[in-house]
T-cell receptor, first 113, second 117 residues
């Protein structure tokens, strides 16, 4: 069956370090993958979209990689700040190019001073 | 850009009652989605519209759930005869249509939190 796995344990890092979050998927061949941020009691906020023909995408302090052979995406936040503390969700289309998304369970990131 | 708006933000009701939620998407977006999210889980797809047409419903969606988007603008999600298991955050999102094989970002509202007593 199709499955998306994100590390369910919280990731605790020190301010200024690089946070790296992992999203692994099985039995999918998605045309793209998205990352969202979610704060408690709020809806997810879109961060980055990467397509299957792109190896890497950057936006300010954020970087996403997409390895379709390993079936894995890595999400990096460089020079992390306490304000980056949130839950980060990866999402893939249920079938190839479909609009409807399947989300992972998310990884909670805690950045401390 | 006023963002996606959902009302009410919170709803508490007794088991067996009917509830209706409203979503106002970003005005230029033709796609509208409903998701459900429970604690510690990611959002789970329920249904989506392109303009006024409901294109897909999740197989997990019981017959007690119905959604409409009558004029291709706002949408309502109704749950009839609510059950304890319906307690969750109901999220609405909107987007433009996909371009070719690429996806589009989905813009989410802050949800309606439903609590069934």
């Amino acid at each position: 069956s199709q499955k998306i796995e994100q590390n369910s344990e919280a990731l605790n890092i020190q301010e200024g370090k690089t946070a790296t979050l992992t999203c692994n998927y099985t039995n999918y061949s998605p045309a793209y993958l998205q990352w969202y941020r979610q704060d408690p009691g709020r809806g997810p906020v879109f961060l980055l979209l990467i397509r299957e023909n792109e190896k890497e995408k950057r936006k300010e302090r954020l970087k996403v990689t997409f390895d379709t052979t390993l079936k894995q995406s890595l999400f990096h936040i460089t020079a992390s700040q306490p304000a980056d503390s949130a839950t980060y969700l990866c999402a893939l289309p249920l079938t190839g190019t479909a609009s409807k998304l399947t989300f992972g369970t998310g990884t909670r990131l805690q950045v401390t001073l | 850009d006023t963002g996606v708006s959902q009302n009410p933000r919170h709803k508490i009701t007794k088991r067996g009652q009917n509830v209706t939620f409203r979503c106002d998407p970003i005005s230029e977006h033709n796609r509208l989605y409903w998701y459900r999210q429970t604690l510690g889980q990611g959002p789970e797809f329920l249904t989506y519209f392109q303009n006024e047409a409901q294109l897909e419903k999740s197989r997990l969606l019981s017959d007690r759930f119905s959604a409409e988007r009558p004029k291709g603008s706002f949408s309502t999600l109704e749950i009839q005869r609510t059950e304890q298991g319906d307690s969750a955050m109901y999220l609405c999102a909107s987007s433009l249509s996909n371009l070719g094989t690429g996806g589009q970002p989905q813009h989410f509202g802050d949800g309606t939190r439903l609590s069934i007593l």
